[in-house]
């Protein structure tokens, strides 16, 4: 064991044997395991039989060869080496392969028609608008029709203190907002026309037309105002600029877009988010507010329907106290009720609070899934070289490698587990 630390990167004393008793291991089917260590990356390679070695030889199936990596952050560097060495060693080309769920895919018919993909621009906009001030100063605009910028200084109903300047710059960069002219009738004091430029406004009336009163319309006041795009209020409705927000940033932590469904309805109940993460079904709650029991109830009685491992709500502002005891009140019930489905027992809600959160929390929760696969992975691998998976995990995540080099001069960081990947084919 002392060895294998060594090659691996981390203190023997971190290390525990692995369980041979363990009541799992009668599971494993691999019959050949090799693991390298190198930069943070483990790549585990393991050679198996599907149905076990009580397989006669007549109707046994074709071994499987896997290559998994179980990475802290550095790149995969090995992973296009390793793959093309398998090819020429085991003459099989290795594909990836990526968990199934079922319950998600019974979900995905349910919903039927699938969602039009965001375009560049709709997910790009939709960060501007993580920012709270540029949200409120969006809000206004929207809800006023057409605001002057005359009057973009003035407070709202929450008095909330903002960069208007900057706020404005940063919508209209994205798109979110754009600026026209207004003409206001000097006799009746009301808008009588628009148009993007102020040059236009003095062709139109050079051509002849007037206003209501009949003043000439270049003679009548002209002022700047801030309306919403098509594209901002589509983002503003319903908040779907977060929806968007979520979904690249699963998306940028691996999530294929076929496993992710927003905005969709399942029994007349709108679910803001669904998505499988590496087979295990997740259900995400959206709110561009407080989160209130109100709510809670709401999501509830989706999580009933829906049935998913994971339950996730993200807020931009808090999730209310109440709303915490409600969901571990129902938690520690749950875990209690025959009638709840085992793996959904005693799981608890995870509470994202604040736009700001988002990456971490997510990068976070998908890294515990990933983990829970790397263990598997090792699990497989470890019985041929002693060491135990949760002890290994447990190292590199307290610590890991330090920076040093090897005797075969590469080098290893400490960092902390996030992806993995898995390839596999028949040979």
Not at 281 to 297: G, I, M, P, V, W
């Amino acid at each position: 064991m002392q060895r294998q630390a060594e090659i691996i990167g981390v203190e023997a004393e971190s290390l525990e044997a692995f369980d041979f008793s363990d009541r799992y291991l009668d599971t494993i089917t691999a019959t050949r395991a090799e693991i390298f260590a190198d930069a943070g990356c483990l790549y585990i390679l393991t050679l198996d039989n599907p149905s076990g070695y009580d397989s006669s030889p007549e109707d046994e199936p074709p071994n499987r060869l896997s290559v998994s990596v179980v990475s802290t952050g550095s790149p995969a560097k090995h992973l296009d080496r390793i793959l093309e060495t398998c090819k020429e060693v085991m003459g099989c080309a290795l594909s990836e392969y990526r968990y199934p769920s079922v319950d998600f895919k019974r979900l995905r018919e349910e919903v039927g028609a699938a969602l039009t993909p965001p375009s560049d621009i709709e997910t790009s906009s939709s960060y501007a608008l993580m920012a709270k001030e540029n949200r409120e100063l969006a809000i206004r605009i929207k809800k006023s029709f057409g605001m002057l910028v005359g009057d973009l200084d003035k407070k709202s109903q929450q008095a909330t203190e903002i960069d208007v300047e900057s706020a404005r710059e940063a919508l209209e960069k994205a798109g979110i907002v754009s600026s026209e002219f207004m003409v206001t009738c000097r006799r009746q004091n009301h808008q009588t026309a628009r148009a993007p430029s102020a040059k236009l406004i003095e062709q139109m009336s050079a051509s002849g037309i007037k206003c209501a009163c009949g003043k000439p319309i270049a003679e009548e006041p002209l002022e700047e105002a801030l309306t919403i795009t098509d594209l901002g209020r589509s983002l503003l409705d319903k908040s779907r600029w977060l929806s968007l927000v979520v979904m690249n940033e699963l998306q940028r932590l691996g999530v294929r877009d076929d496993e992710i469904l927003i905005e969709s309805t399942i029994g007349g109940d709108e679910l803001d988010c669904i998505a499988n993460v590496n087979g295990e079904l997740c259900l995400f709650e959206l709110k561009d507010k407080e989160f209130s029991l109100r709510e809670a109830y709401s999501f509830g009685a989706k999580m009933s329907i829906v049935e998913p491992r994971h339950a996730l709500i993200i807020t931009s502002e808090y999730v209310g106290g109440d709303v915490k005891e409600h969901f571990e009140r129902s938690r520690k019930g749950g875990r209690k009720a025959r009638s709840v489905r085992r793996e959904l027992s005693g799981r608890s809600v995870i509470y994202v609070e604040g736009v700001d959160n988002i990456r971490p929390k997510l990068e976070e929760f998908v890294s515990s899934i990933h983990r829970n696969d790397s263990a598997h992975a090792l699990t497989h691998a470890l019985p041929f070289a002693a060491i135990s998976p949760a002890s290994l995990l447990k190292a590199l995540e307290q610590g890991g490698p330090s920076e040093r080099e090897d005797e075969g001069g590469h080098s290893s960081s400490r960092r902390r587990p996030r992806t993995r990947a898995k390839e596999q084919a028949p040979q």
